[in-house]
């Protein structure tokens, strides 16, 4: 008889603990709706790792002769190693180096001298902040190195070393 009573209250309130949701999502989602979407994680995983095996730098085929830098590395463009370079490729904090040589002192609140390269091309360039303390010879050849900054309508290079090419 207890056995009676605890079938009939099951069945009289089964229905507010299993409705269409609760069946959809115990039945159908776990055997239908779940191993989709686990399969396209799966293939998710798979394309992704499949797309970047062939990242691998291009040029590299055994049959052709290179005579340039591979594709990819960011060298096609002209190294700003001149002065030319330097004006028309050069960003704000890049680092340069140049060959010329110090052509004239400019007035200035820092110390400025322009610098020319075998091209002919002039460039500014501020001095206080070398680590040189000897002022540069006029027309004697020097490496360069420094940092580039811009402004709207200039471009010009701050010092860190000079030494004269011997």
Partial sequence: MLRDQAHQYKEMYSHDKSG??????????????????FMMA?????????????????????NIEQRSAPKGFGIEEPQPNTVKGVLHNAKTDDYVVLEGYFVATTTSKTVTYKFKDANGDLIDVDLSKSNNAVAPLIDVNYYLWGQVNQSLFSTSITAIEYTPII
């Fill in 20 to 37: 269409f949701v609760h069946s959809l999502f115990s039945r159908s989602f776990i055997r239908y709706i779940a191993p989709s979407i």
């Fill in 42 to 62: 799966l293939l998710a995983c798979a394309f992704c790792t499949i797309n970047t095996s062939y990242a691998a730098p291009q040029g590299f085929s055994s």
